[in-house]
């Protein structure tokens, strides 16, 4: 079965520190990965994605995030951290094996930035 | 380009009512599904769509219908409240093609039941 395991469920970082949120997956065949973000009170907002090529992905907002194959790892990074940048931080992974390659989520990862 | 429209965004039942979550789509994708968001728990999946008039159930679909008469909405059903089905709930679409394709969510309804 597809799954992804995000090991922290929170992480702190002062303003202008880099950062890196976890993730872990597991996958039968090729895996497609995935960031979300979510702000308090809104929806899921797509970041970056990983299907094939280089290791490094890079998306919105200076976020960038690093396959590693033999670790079966997908973390999220950015060089400089922003306050702004505090929400909550879901991984995921296309379910390749059902009808509806639903995205299967791990249980997220609050990043909380202080100044 | 309004994406993916949830309504309500919020709303309260009393245990044993009955609800419609609406969920509608403006970029023509095939693929729709209903989450629901748990604390600490991430996103779980209820029912997917893959066309009008194609659905199938995910891993938490007790309690809930849904129906795709149009490519465009999808609407979730929850029969007999039940404090247990208090949650945020998340409708999502997809482009199809391929298995690449990132899912565009909805803003989200948030509903308790008491």
């Known amino acids: 079965a597809q799954s992804v395991a995000q090991p922290e469920d929170q992480v702190n970082v002062a303003e202008g520190n880099p950062l890196t949120v976890k993730c872990t997956y597991s996958v039968s065949g090729n895996p497609y990965l995935f960031w979300y973000v979510q702000y308090p009170n809104r929806g899921l907002q797509f970041l970056l994605k990983?299907?094939?090529?280089?290791?490094l992905v890079k998306g919105s907002y200076g976020f960038e995030a690093e396959f590693n194959k033999s670790q079966t790892s997908f973390h999220l990074k950015k060089p400089s951290a922003l306050v702004s940048d505090s929400a909550l931080y879901f991984c995921?992974?296309?379910?390749?094996?059902?009808?509806?390659?639903?995205?299967?989520f791990g249980k997220g990862t609050t990043l909380s930035v202080s100044s | 380009n309004a994406g993916v429209t949830q309504t309500p965004k919020f709303r309260i039942l009393k245990i044993g009512q009955s609800m419609t979550l609406q969920c509608a789509q403006d970029?023509?994708?095939?693929?729709m599904y209903w989450y629901r968001q748990d604390p600490g728990m991430g996103l779980k999946l209820i029912y997917y769509s893959v066309g009008a008039g194609i659905t199938d159930k995910g891993e938490v679909p007790n309690g809930y219908n849904v129906s795709r008469s149009t490519t465009e909405d999808f609407p979730l059903r929850l029969e007999l409240a039940a404090p247990s089905q208090t949650s945020v709930y998340f409708c999502a679409s997809s482009n199809p093609q391929g298995s690449g394709s990132e899912a565009f969510f909805g803003q989200g309804t948030r509903l308790t039941v008491v």
């Open positions: 970029m023509n994708h095939n693929y």
């Open positions: 995921a992974v296309r379910d390749v094996w059902q009808a509806g390659t639903a995205l299967i």
């Open positions: 990983y299907i094939t090529g280089d290791n």
